[in-house]
Nanobody
Framework: RVQLVESGGGSVQAGGSLRLSCEAS????????LAWVRQIPGKEREGVAA???????SYTDAVKGRFTISRDNDKKTLYLEMNNLKPEDTATYYC????????????????????????WGEGAQVTVVS
């Protein structure tokens, strides 16, 4: 069974930086497509960034040039480096792992597609104050 645990959230002033980490337990991490998804209360979840098992990366337009997604397969850990944070980045950030390819896997529009199973972390709160 795959479990995901996020860390690194917190409160920061606008223009500041934070790094989120997501540590996985279980097997198969190297084959997972991984993503960060955020949710503002009252709104739908929004894909922020995704990275495929081969290293393909996609970002949502709102974070391009400010956020960097990366993965360390040996440590079974996903990262999100967030710079020049803005108040509109305030949200709960979730780590998502997609496993078991069922069709042509793609990393597009900050999302992973073509997988049968998704695993989610419990979320990390990021608050950016102006």
């Amino acid at each position: 069974r795959v479990q995901l645990v996020e860390s690194g959230g917190g409160s920061v002033q606008a223009g500041g930086s934070l790094r989120l980490s997501c540590e996985a337990s279980g097997y198969g991490f190297r084959d997972f497509c991984l993503a960060w998804v955020r949710q503002i209360p009252g709104k739908e979840r929004e894909g922020v960034a995704a990275i495929g098992s081969g290293g393909t990366i996609s970002y949502t337009d709102a974070v391009k040039g400010r956020f960097t997604i990366s993965r360390d397969n040996d440590k079974k850990t996903l990262y999100l480096e967030m710079n020049n944070l803005k108040p509109e980045d305030t949200a709960t950030y979730y780590c998502k792992a997609s496993a078991e390819v069922v069709s042509f896997p793609e990393v597009e529009a900050a999302q992973c597609s073509g997988y049968a199973r998704d695993y989610w972390g419990e979320g990390a709160q990021v608050t950016v104050v102006s």
